[in-house]
Nanobody
Framework: QVQLVESGGGLVQAGGSLRLSCAAS????????MGWYRQAPGKQRELVAR???????NYADSVKGRCTISGDNAMNTVYLLMNALKPEDTAVYYC??????????WGQGTQVTVSS
């Protein structure tokens, strides 16, 4: 079992920045990657960025160049730094991890609202 606790969401003006944090506990040794997804009203949940235990990262095209995901080697914390935020980045952001057994865990979500 892995437990995830997110923090760092909030209201920010367009062009501003936010950093989201996700702290994992429990069987963190089993985590193979940590990532962030988001879901806007009326839309499907989509991948924003993720980082593997080995440090490889990938990003959604919509956030490339504006977001940076980072985590420690122990896979117990992951951060998402978002710069140059746009109103279309408004969504609930969810921390996600996957384990060696291909089991996925989700955080409770944190709201990010970008005003124009």
């Amino acid at each position: 079992q892995v437990q995830l606790v997110e923090s760092g969401g909030g209201l920010v003006q367009a062009g501003g920045s936010l950093r989201l944090s996700c702290a994992a506990s429990g069987s963190i040794f089993s985590i193979t990657y940590m990532g962030w997804y988001r879901q806007a009203p009326g839309k499907q949940r989509e991948l924003v960025a993720r980082v593997t235990r080995g440090g490889s990262t990938n990003y959604a095209d919509s956030v490339k160049g504006r977001c940076t995901i980072s985590g420690d080697n122990a896979m117990n914390t992951v951060y998402l730094l978002m710069n140059a935020l746009k109103p279309e980045d408004t969504a609930v952001y969810y921390c996600n991890v996957e384990t060696f057994s291909l089991r996925a865990y989700w955080g409770q979500g944190t709201q990010v609202t970008v005003s124009s």
